[in-house]
């Protein structure tokens, strides 16, 4: 049974911090590239950041130079590092593991930044 079970989300002002984790359960971690997803409220879910298997990241043009994605292969755990939050940036983030057609979706954890 695959399983991945995000935290870290919380309330927090504007200009501050928060940091994400995902850990994955049921797959092999190193084998599937990784991202972070958000959706906020009436909108659709939308990119954030993803990291290959390799380590080669992407991110949305909305959140570079603010936001860093990582993975600990031996933990089986993905990060999302968030420094300079934003109003906009209020959303239910989700973790996903993809690999050829396997595709997987956390439960989601709630950021909310207060302006």
């Known amino acids: 049974q695959v399983q991945l079970v995000e935290s870290g989300g919380g309330l927090v002002q504007a200009g501050g911090s928060l940091r994400l984790s995902c850990a994955a359960s049921g797959i092999i971690f190193s084998w599937y590239s990784m991202g972070w997803y958000r959706q906020a409220p009436g909108k659709q879910r939308e990119l954030v950041a993803t990291i290959t298997s390799g380590g080669n990241t992407n991110y949305a043009d909305s959140v570079k130079g603010r936001f860093t994605i990582s993975r600990d292969n031996a933990k089986s755990t993905v990060y999302l590092q968030m420094n300079n939050l934003r109003p906009e940036d209020t959303a239910v983030y989700y973790c996903?593991?993809?690999?050829?057609?396997?595709?997987?979706w956390g439960q989601g954890t709630q950021v909310t930044v207060s302006s």
């Open positions: 996903n593991a993809q690999r050829r057609s396997r595709d997987f």
